[in-house]
Nanobody, 126 residues
Framework: QLQLVESGGGLVQPGGSLRLSCAAS????????IGWFRQAPGKEREGVSY????????NYADSVKGRFTISRDNAKNTVYLEMKSLKPEDTAVYYC???????????????????WGQGTQVTVSS
């Protein structure tokens, strides 16, 4: 079965850090761009960060810029999201998705529907 599996979520204090992982099974990630998305209760799904298939191109939502870092290790078939200085507003279920992006395409216009994970819960609370 082709799937993405997110892990690394949990409960942290405000200001804390977490490292999320997105691991692929059944296919290799090296030809795919990866996006991290999150959805909080009562809110629309939000694109958090994106990374190109090569790892050269990255993008971040304004709400996480300077605090989150996306990276990938294609040899491990895994993409990471390092989250620092976490805020209660970051509380959400975090998902990763894979898509093929043509150069110049806006990240929000990429078709992210092919592969999704089950999500990992991140809760930032005191």
């Amino acid at each position: 079965q082709l799937q993405l599996v997110e892990s690394g979520g949990g409960l942290v204090q405000p200001g804390g850090s977490l490292r999320l992982s997105c691991a692929a099974s059944g296919f290799t990630l090296d030809t795919y761009a990866i996006g991290w998305f999150r959805q909080a209760p009562g809110k629309e799904r939000e694109g958090v960060s994106y990374i190109s298939s090569s790892g050269i191109g990255t993008n971040y939502a304004d709400s996480v810029k300077g605090r989150f870092t996306i990276s990938r290790d294609n040899a491990k078939n895994t993409v990471y999201l390092e989250m620092k200085s976490l805020k209660p507003e970051d509380t959400a279920v975090y998902y990763c998705a894979a898509g093929r992006r043509r150069l110049g395409t806006r990240w929000s216009d990429v078709d992210w529907t092919a592969y999704w994970g089950q999500g990992t819960q991140v809760t930032v609370s005191s």
